[in-house]
């Protein structure tokens, strides 16, 4: 945690590592941290799939399934097309077996 955060201090406009601290922070229970760095990441780059795939990672962490696929669908409607890395991202186990997620993976591969 202490790299993400002097990373942020170094570059407060790294979308990348408020997104992964986001992940962290749900990892560790810390919700609303988790939260602020994800919407950080969304405010900095609205228009990149990343901020939007790493969303729904941390969202789907803390077990908020509608919101983890509603923004991995948005993330891919931004062009996120890793659809191996979505099948074996550790982070969607929980979701996966849900209509949401079988929807939205339909068809791609």
Known sequence: MKDFN?????DPKDTDTYGLRGIINARLGNNQEAINDT????????????????????????????????YLKTSIEKGYKNWDWITQDKDFDNIRALDCYKAIMKDKK
């Open 39 to 70: 919407n950080k990441a969304l405010e900095l780059a609205p228009t990149e799939d990343g901020p939007y795939y790493n969303a729904a990672c941390m969202y789907s962490v803390l077990n908020m399934p509608d919101k983890a696929c509603e």
């Open 6 to 10: 002097k990373s942020i201090e170094l």
